[in-house]
């Protein structure tokens, strides 16, 4: 039997949980994903719930799976990490799921136990919380999202029997997932700071809780949500005695084997790319990163929605831009997190709602290619048909905002909504290949405008580093080069970088010493990400003189659209009161 030691990641993402088997150099052994449900209300297009019962079926499943895929001891796995979607998971003190659907089932024992992030019932709670001006908000963007976990616990709270309140406990998913794991309570920097209102340096604010109306969290010293000042681990840390025997069992692994503190999946995502190595015109860059240099690359992690993260070593406050959140991931250092809300929900939304999907769907059938590809190839007929130089100048008179979901950065505004400028009647293929690059294009604009606000107000990013569904589109990648003017680095595997992350949170709680000083962990870590981080590619910005400018007038008219968007919402609040 091979003496090799290998590393598991988890990740749990919004619609399936993934299990990668890693060695010490970072490449995957064996892999292995499963669905999982999320339950909507056919009536409230908010809801979106699901069931740590489910999910962790579904994890237990993909590791038993990369486990008979290598054939490997399960002494031979030395570490395991999480990560997960910033989600609600709410259970009593003995770890029972506690359903969060309305109705008269919320609060009593049952399945439906997290309020997943992407949903939004409440809207009324964050208003509430962002009305206070609590000094909490400013570690925030300013403005709270009603996507955090607060917000959802105050919803659950006004809604819910007090005595079957007082007995819930609340959790981040990623922390809940450790916890399962472990039967350790303790919770994770990552996700009490950035998602719990844990205020860096000074911990919970009792009066900030107090005054929204969870008073009883104070009183109850916050062991409904973590615990005291200081109890809290940072990327990696080992949590507990490692897993449980029940835990065990249940994943075909070893009691004991050491687990991870969690991330946020998208931090995982940061993890797993940002100390990538590149490869430019098939040559590999001279330059080995240094922990100094994460400050100026920005980690896209672009799935169903896109998050955007850069770390820095001093705390930068930037409007509508989530953090400085102290302590995500490596200690003394600061992250901020930008998002959009949809977009690679977005792209789907444009095509499958296109009266022309059906035969879109056909033609990819009949080619064997994917509808993407046939999209694409349709741009470019259409292009060469036009005598155009580029897709921009294709559809220059056609603009998108994209906010159908709300605006999570920099705008921080939920109320945000989507539109088309420059309509015709057409209802054809041609019509749906330009909504698509015009998707597309919304999205490369929003992701400058969080960007320019980033770097207008401290930070320094000079490149982009992908992860997630979004990077294997080859279109979007060239659009945010040319777009944001800066080089675009892609993962060695598009899906596998988060997960790669969990799985190196997996080998550092193996290697860390528990008297390890923070620079000594810090350099540990970031060793860790550089030796396990496969190779990824470089897009370099390639705008023509023409394409720059028909880019730069199509920002200027994002950005005029929000202002414009602004005003109309004023104006018809004026007129119906």
């Known amino acids: 039997m091979s003496s090799e030691s290998y590393y598991i990641g988890i990740d749990v993402g919004t619609g399936s949980a993934r299990a990668s088997l890693v060695k010490r ?22 809801i979106f719930e699901q069931s740590t019962n489910n999910i962790w079926s579904s994890i237990s499943a993909a590791v ?26 709410v259970s009593d003190f003995q770890g029972n799921p506690v359903t969060v659907t309305k109705g008269a089932q919320l609060g009593q024992h049952g399945d439906r136990n997290i309020v997943l992030w992407a949903d939004h019932r409440a809207e009324k709670e964050a208003d509430l919380i962002n009305s206070t001006k609590s000094p909490v908000l400013d570690y925030v963007g300013g403005t709270m999202s009603l996507e955090m976990e607060i917000p959802k616990i105050l919803w659950l709270k006004n809604n819910m029997d ?30 009490l700071t950035c998602k719990c209102s844990y205020v860096p340096s000074s911990g919970w604010n009792a009066e900030f809780f107090e005054s929204i109306g969870l008073g009883e969290l104070v009183k109850g010293e916050y062991r409904q949500i973590g615990a005291g000042k200081g109890d809290l681990l940072t990327a990696g840390r080992p949590v507990g005695e490692g897993l ?57 992690v672009a799935g169903t929605s896109t998050c955007h ?14 953090g400085p959140y102290k302590d995500a991931v490596f200690q003394g250092w600061w992250m901020n997190e930008g998002g959009q809300s949809s977009t690679g929900q977005l ?56 906010d159908l979901h709300g605006n999570r950065s920099p705008i921080a505004d939920p109320r945000m909504r989507g539109s088309f400028v420059g309509l015709q009647l057409d209802s054809g293929l041609h019509d749906l290949a330009r909504k698509y690059n015009v998707t597309l294009e919304a999205i490369a604009l929003q992701t400058r405008h969080i960007v320019d606000e980033m770097n207008a107000r401290g930070h320094q990013i000079t490149s982009i580093y992908m992860s997630g569904g979004q990077a294997k ?49 810090n350099d540990l870590l970031w060793n860790i990400m550089v030796e396990m981080t496969p190779v990824g590619s470089l897009v370099a910005p390639s705008a023509s003189a023409k394409e720059r400018r028909l880019l730069e007038a199509k920002y200027k008219i994002f950005r005029e659209t929000i202002e414009i968007q602004k005003r109309w919402r004023k104006e018809m609040d004026e007129a119906s009161n």
């Open 244 to 300: 449980s025997k029940t835990a065990a069992a249940e994943l075909g692994l070893e009691e004991g084997t050491p687990v991870g503190s969690g991330l946020i999946d998208a931090y995982a995502g940061w993890l797993g790319t940002v100390a990538a190595r590149y490869k430019e015109d098939g040559k590999l860059s001279d330059v080995v990163p240094s922990l100094e240099e994460s400050q100026h690359r920005l980690a896209a």
């Open 162 to 191: 007090p005595s079957l309140f007082s007995r819930c406990q609340f959790f981040d998913l990623p922390d809940f997932l450790t916890y399962r794991a472990t039967s350790d309570i303790t919770r994770s920097c990552c996700s």
């Open 25 to 46: 150099d970072g490449s995957v052994v064996a892999s292995s994903t499963h669905d999982t449900i999320t339950y909507r209300d056919p009536n409230d297009h908010r």
């Open 309 to 322: 993260l850069v770390q820095s070593p001093k705390g930068v406050f930037v409007p509508g831009v989530w």
């Open 64 to 89: 038993k799976d990369c486990l008979a895929q290598s054939r490997i001891s399960p002494s031979a796995v030395k570490g395991l990490g999480f990560d997960a979607t910033c989600s609600l998971a």
């Open 347 to 402: 792209i789907d939304f444009i095509v499958t709602t296109h009266p022309a999907y059906p035969q879109l769907v056909e033609l990819g059938k009949e080619q064997q290619k994917n509808i993407h590809v046939v999209l694409q190839e349709i741009l470019e007929k259409l292009r060469t048909d036009y005598k155009v130089e580029t897709l921009t100048e294709l559809t220059k008179d056609l603009h998108m905002y994209p």
């Open 473 to 521: 589109n080859l279109a979007l990648m060239r659009l945010l080069a040319n777009t944001c003017r800066m080089p675009v680095v892609l993962p060695y595997e598009h899906s596998g970088a988060v997960v790669l992350g969990a799985a190196m949170l997996g080998r550092f709680a193996a290697d860390v010493r528990e008297s390890v000083s923070g620079t000594e962990q």
